[in-house]
Every structure is written in C-alpha cells, then in structure tokens.
C-alpha cells in the first residue's frame, strides 16, 4: 500500500519543519492530490493517522483538496477533462499527442501549528 510511504513521507517533512520552526505540535495538514496520484484518500487517511503516532502530529487533521485531470491536445490544442479511466485521446481529432496538464499533483499545500497552551509563555513572548 504506498499510502503508507506517502504519508511517511508528509509526516517526516512537517515533523522536520515544525522542528526548524520551533514549533512543538502540528494541528493540521493540506495535501493537494490530483486524480491520477493513484492515491486512495481514505487509506491515505488511515495511514497518516497511523504515521503520526507519537510524533508533533499526533492528532494533526489531514485534509486533501482534489485535482481534476486535465490533458491539452498537442496539435489542436482542445483542452478536457481526463476522468477515471483516463481518456488521453483528443475529443476532437483523436489525435494521440497530449500534453497533461493536472491531475498528477501530490504535494504540501500547507500547514497549521498547534496554538501553545494558554498562559504559556513562547520564545517570542518578552
């Protein structure tokens, strides 16, 4: 399952970050996951909880945005949308020549540190 090595994979790179920030836990995650990645979003779910057991992301929330695939046809340059199966023949001409535009993304789109318990003091604090 390489939902499990993907969310490894985010876990050590925000665990990383948050370290450099001096950040002491992570409150949420968001992945941008286009719809080619081959990722099952609720396994990716399942596997991010289990990766963050006892890291700064224990209890982190993990939310996806999804990336319609798109593809542009090389030599008539119609755009559509790819769907599940992909459809990489051009609508229009049926031309081969395709240029994918979206749909394979997997990346980090951002992160929320945990607000320090109240009262407590940070290193920012005078």
């Given at each position: 399952?390489?939902?499990?090595?993907?969310?490894?994979?985010?876990?050590?790179?925000?665990?990383?970050?948050?370290?450099?920030?001096?950040?002491?836990?992570?409150?949420?995650?968001?992945?941008?996951?286009g719809?080619?990645?081959?990722?099952?979003?609720?396994?990716l779910?399942?596997?991010?909880?289990?990766?963050?057991?006892?890291?700064?992301?224990?209890?982190?929330?993990?939310?996806t945005?999804?990336?319609?695939?798109?593809?542009?046809?090389?030599?008539?340059?119609?755009?559509?949308?790819?769907?599940?199966?992909?459809?990489?023949?051009?609508?229009?001409?049926?031309?081969?020549?395709?240029?994918?535009?979206?749909g394979?993304?997997?990346?980090?789109?951002?992160?929320?540190?945990?607000?320090?318990?109240?009262?407590?003091?940070?290193d920012?604090?005078?």
């Amino acid at each position: 399952m390489h939902e499990m090595s993907i969310a490894t994979a985010v876990v050590d790179q925000v665990d990383r970050a948050a370290r450099e920030h001096g950040e002491s836990a992570v409150a949420r995650v968001r992945l941008q996951i286009g719809e080619l990645a081959g990722v099952v979003p609720s396994a990716l779910d399942f596997c991010f909880e289990l990766a963050c057991a006892g890291t700064l992301l224990e209890g982190a929330v993990l939310e996806t945005e999804a990336v319609p695939a798109r593809a542009k046809c090389t030599p008539c340059g119609v755009e559509w949308s790819v769907g599940m199966p992909p459809d990489l023949g051009c609508p229009r001409c049926a031309g081969a020549r395709v240029e994918l535009l979206a749909g394979r993304e997997l990346q980090i789109l951002g992160v929320e540190w945990s607000e320090p318990p109240s009262g407590a003091r940070t290193d920012q604090e005078g």
